[in-house]
């Protein structure tokens, strides 16, 4: 069994969390609700007023998804085969974690239910097509 090749994980985790930031961008503001303070339901991107920090979390966390992607990839290839399809496994398990997460923070914060899965359910091709991305750049 070989060993996970660190630095390409890194590197497709990158390059998976920056197509997702430009693919997520011009969607964003079509399928974003926010509240009557402009804030959006969901913690998905950043917003306008936020403070500095949430901005950068909300950043960082992009970027923590995508080299999570590209390592779950790595640690199913074995299993599962190198391609596209485990890819795409990958991809999917990682967005369901934490279209999971944010559903719980909705119902917690009582936004609508509605609300909450239109942005999360308009995230998923764009999280597969950057776990593609990410994942083809990885090599043992």
């Given at each position: ?52 920090l949430?901005?950068?979390?909300v950043v ?46 909705a ?34």
């Amino acid at each position: 069994m070989s060993r996970l090749n660190w630095r390409r994980a890194l590197l497709g985790g990158v390059l998976a969390a920056v197509l997702w930031g430009v693919l997520y961008a011009p969607v964003h503001p079509l399928v974003e609700v926010h509240t009557t303070l402009g804030r959006p339901v969901l913690p998905i991107t950043p917003f306008r007023g936020a403070a500095l920090l949430l901005r950068v979390l909300v950043v960082l966390t992009g970027f923590v998804q995508g080299i999570a992607t590209v390592c779950l990839y790595a640690a199913i290839r074995p299993r599962f085969g190198a391609g596209p399809s485990t890819a795409a496994i990958a991809a999917l398990s990682v967005w369901f974690l934490t279209s999971w997460m944010h559903l719980v923070w909705a119902v917690f914060t009582a936004v609508p239910l509605a609300d909450a899965l239109v942005p999360l359910v308009a995230n998923l091709p764009l999280v597969v097509l950057a776990g593609l991305a990410g994942a083809w750049l990885y090599r043992e």
